[in-house]
């Protein structure tokens, strides 16, 4: 289950001196979530491509 990014309480967050990164970090989450989404992507395509020229 992926949730929406909330950008005004990343910047709460960060002003409060919350870390952007590590284990709790403000925007671990969402880069996990991007990472995840484009190796997807990837293999979508990847098994595309070789289901089309093959």
């Known amino acids: 289950m992926t949730t929406q ?3 005004q ?3 709460k967050a960060c ?3 919350k ?3 590590g284990k709790d970090g403000v925007l671990t ?3 996990k ?3 995840e989404a484009a ?3 990837e293999l979508e395509l990847e098994e595309y ?3 089309r020229f093959s």
């Open 39 to 41: 190796l997807h992507a």
């Open 19 to 21: 870390h952007l990164n």
């Open 9 to 11: 309480k990343a910047v």
């Open 49 to 51: 491509l070789a289901i």
């Open 29 to 31: 989450s969402p880069i």
């Open 33 to 35: 979530q991007l990472s």
């Open 15 to 17: 002003e409060e001196g």
């Open 5 to 7: 990014f909330d950008f």
